[in-house]
């Protein structure tokens, strides 16, 4: 059981073609490149560790994985808003790394071969409509239009 909860907006990109082989084989088919370069940028809308709120503070992981993602040995970071306080930096830097559990606990744990830290930058990430942008300086800067559902 962890001890912290977050809900909010998320985006993810890669550089796979679209449409990425991840969407349709749970990871398991070839990506497009050689590698994936991928990011996933969380808005936290609401949040808590412990005592701690976490709401309004944005974190990213930056991946690389090799031509099966499923394959696992990644390399993985962490990318912390710099925005965070003293007390948001240390509640968040467990849950980024996966050292307080839950999905990103799975994902280091199952995935990951190379964890290089977290790091503390400013993230920018807005939405409209299908709209998703985020933006950490010298690390990525990704503008994705969604693709709406037939239904």
Known sequence: MTAWNISGEYMESCNCDYLCPCIYTNPQGAVTHDHCYAMMV????QGRHGDTDLSGRTF???IRSGKVMADGNWIFAGV???EASPAQRKALSPIVSGEAGGVPGMIRDNLVGD???IEYRPI???IDGLTRIANI????DFHIDGVPSRN
């Open 137 to 140: 300086p010298g690390i990525f």
């Open 42 to 45: 969380y808005h936290i809308e």
């Open 60 to 62: 990213a992981f930056v």
């Open 124 to 126: 920018s990430f807005s």
């Open 80 to 82: 912390i808003d710099a």
């Open 115 to 117: 964890f290089r830290g």
